[in-house]
């Protein structure tokens, strides 16, 4: 069984550009999430999809969008970037219909801005 | 207010001798808990979750955790660490939300394992 798929694993932008990153989730799960991994700020919920509707955002600016298509994939977008935007984003996915649903991660993908 | 606390930044420890990465919780909800490890420079892993079934839950490569709901803790253990086991380990609760789930993280426990 695959896991969750995330693409392009490694990416350099320049400020202002804008950035779009894929995920694939597990077979049979409805429930993708996004978070972004700083070393100073540790692991943030950016948001969650399910069933193509967002059900669940962080708080981060209107720069971070996401969306979520009929098989399940997501993608999330940053415009304008800035040089704090370098992160790791790491996807997840999980069935998403009870808080007890193991959410599983994929490998993330490394955006740096310069 | 719901959180996740892991009470050590870093644990060190020698190969061989036991782990202890604490984990402390606050909800008012029967939450979901999980352990996970991240290796550098990968995504991360489950080694373990907590479902309201068995207190005590076994995972992979020999770690466990205790789910004591009286000190709201789920504290992660292996009795002989080894050297592979060097990574950062982060605590996540799940609750019902409005119109779905809360995910939240601790702040994550990096260990490092000495020969």
């Known amino acids: 069984k695959a896991g969750v798929t995330q693409t392009p694993r490694y990416l350099i932008k320049t400020r202002g550009q804008q950035v779009t990153l894929s995920c694939s989730p597990i077979s049979g799960h409805r429930s993708v999430s996004w978070y972004q991994q700083t070393p100073g700020q540790g692991l943030q919920f950016l948001f969650e999809y399910f069933s193509e509707t967002q059900r669940n955002k962080g708080n981060f600016p209107g720069r971070f969008s996401g969306r979520q298509f009929s098989n399940s994939r997501s993608e999330m977008n940053v415009s304008t970037l800035e040089l704090g935007d370098s992160a790791l984003y790491l996807c997840a996915s999980s069935f998403g219909g009870s808080s007890g649903n193991t959410i599983y991660f994929g490998e993330g993908s490394w955006l740096t801005v310069v | 207010a719901q959180s996740v606390t892991q009470l050590d930044s870093h644990v060190s420890v020698s190969e061989g001798t036991p782990v202890l990465l604490r984990c402390n919780y606050s909800s008012s909800y029967s939450p979901s808990l999980f352990w996970y490890v991240q290796h550098p420079n990968k995504g991360l892993q489950l080694l373990l979750k907590?479902?309201?079934?068995?207190?005590l839950v076994k995972g992979i490569n020999g770690f466990e955790a205790e789910f004591k709901k009286s000190e709201t803790s789920f504290h992660l253990t292996k009795p002989s660490a080894h050297m592979s086991d060097a990574a950062e380990y982060f605590c996540v609760v799940i609750l019902p939300f409005t119109g779905g789930f809360k995910t939240i993280f601790g702040a994550g426990t990096r260990l490092f394992v000495k020969a």
């Open positions: 907590y479902t309201s079934a068995a207190t």
